[in-house]
Antibody, heavy 120, light 110 residues
Framework: EVQLVESGGGLVQPGRSLRLSCTAS????????MSWVRQAPGKGLEWVGF??????????EYAASVKGRFTISRDDSKSIAYLQMNSLKTEDTAVYYCTRPLGTGEFDYWGQGTLVTVSS | QSALTQPASVSGSPGQSITISCTGT?????????VSWYQQHPGKAPKLMIY???NRPSGVSNRFSGSKSGNTASLTISGLQAEDEADYYC??????????FGGGTKLTVL
């Protein structure tokens, strides 16, 4: 059974950093791209970014709203994807979901989400 | 990348059919058959309901169907049931090697 479990959320002050983790199980993690999607309180879904599998260079893409501040990385030996968030803003407050994008464009599995609150 | 356009809300009575539209551009919905739909109940993670415009994952009811014409995709739910009440989001892969979501549609079953 595929499972994605996020961790690392919490309360952080504006301008500070936070790193989220997504621990995967139930599939060969290194064969897949991984993505992060967030949802601000009472708002819709927003794609944050993704990392390709090593077979496709392990490169990353980001939404304009986080580019230059957020970094996605992966440790295939541990089946973990990371989201490093720097220079956090109050508008980054959201539930952050880890999800698995397939080559046909859909996100087939989602974690339960972890809440990040940016506030002084 | 601007969000795809969805109606904020739709409603229907049990047994009826409803359709939710999702309008984008030629750089996303119109340019790819990589449109997917997600159902989200309050406090829960999104669930994949439709992928590649009209395909259903295993386990999703055949009451859910999808289609696309030009820059607009649609999700139709037939035989509405109380459990269908949720938020629905469309998503598309884009020409920028990124994804874009719709603003979401709240479905109320009357």
């Amino acid at each position: 059974e595929v499972q994605l479990v996020e961790s690392g959320g919490g309360l952080v002050q504006p301008g500070r950093s936070l790193r989220l983790s997504c621990t995967a199980s139930g599939f060969t993690f290194g064969d897949y791209a991984m993505s992060w999607v967030r949802q601000a309180p009472g708002k819709g879904l927003e794609w944050v970014g993704f990392i390709r599998s090593k077979a496709y260079g392990g490169t990353t893409e980001y939404a304009a709203s986080v580019k230059g501040r957020f970094t996605i990385s992966r440790d295939d030996s541990k089946s973990i994807a990371y989201l490093q968030m720097n220079s956090l803003k109050t508008e980054d407050t959201a539930v952050y979901y880890c999800t698995r994008p397939l080559g046909t464009g859909e996100f087939d599995y989602w974690g339960q989400g972890t809440l990040v609150t940016v506030s002084s | 990348q601007s969000a795809l356009t969805q109606p904020a809300s739709v409603s229907g009575s049990p047994g009826q059919s409803i359709t939710i539209s999702c309008t984008g551009t030629s750089s996303d919905v119109g340019g790819y058959n990589y449109v997917s739909w997600y159902q989200q109940h309050p406090g829960k993670a999104p669930k994949l309901m439709i992928y590649e415009v009209s395909n259903r994952p295993s386990g999703v009811s055949n009451r859910f169907s999808g289609s696309k014409s030009g820059n607009t995709a649609s999700l139709t739910i037939s035989g509405l049931q109380a459990e269908d009440e949720a938020d629905y989001y469309c998503s598309s892969y884009t020409s920028s090697s990124s994804w874009v979501f719709g603003g979401g549609t709240k479905l109320t079953v009357l």
